[in-house]
């Protein structure tokens, strides 16, 4: 394997382990469920494509011909993770589990937990 391929290779490993380590840390220190959510989404879900990536030019360049299932895995997470999230943020609004008092927007999820829409809002106004 020549050293460029390692180069990428190796440049792929360290930036999807920086991101996943972010999502992690993320994930252990934010303070409530809504902001909790940005760490696995977001940051671990790059870490791994990373990770994957990584993967799929080692073993495209070992087998001598493309890897598939790396690619469709990381496609399969980078189309799941979002519908999880959003998944896991109705619940959290449905079992009203309190937002922190700093998070910005605190009437719109008062709004969205009474379902009205901003037509209704305003029409009461």
């Known amino acids: 394997m020549s050293f460029y391929v390692e180069l990428v290779i190796s440049i792929?490993?360290?930036v999807g382990g920086v991101?996943?380590?972010?999502?992690?840390?993320?994930?252990a220190r934010l303070p409530d469920i809504f902001t909790r959510l940005h760490g696995p989404t977001k940051a671990t879900?790059?870490?791994i494509t990373g990770v994957l990536?990584?993967?799929?030019?080692?073993?495209s360049i070992n087998?001598?011909?493309?890897?598939?299932s790396e690619l469709l895995i990381t496609l399969f997470l980078l189309i799941?993770?979002?519908?999880?999230?959003?998944?896991?943020?109705?619940?959290?609004?449905?079992r009203e589990n309190p937002a922190i008092p700093r998070?910005?927007?605190q009437s719109l999820l008062t709004k969205i937990r009474n379902r009205?829409?901003?037509?209704?809002?305003?029409?009461?106004?």
Do not use: R
């Not at 009205?116 to 106004?125: F, I, N, P, V």
């Open 12 to 14: 792929l490993l360290v």
């Open 19 to 27: 991101f996943l380590l972010i999502g992690s840390i993320g994930l």
């Open 45 to 47: 879900t790059l870490g």
């Open 53 to 59: 990536l990584a993967s799929l030019v080692y073993q």
């Open 63 to 68: 087998q001598g011909s493309f890897s598939v």
């Open 80 to 94: 799941t993770a979002p519908v999880a999230a959003n998944m896991i943020a109705k619940t959290a609004l449905h």
């Open 103 to 105: 998070t910005s927007g």
């Open 116 to 125: 009205e829409s901003a037509l209704e809002t305003t029409d009461k106004d």
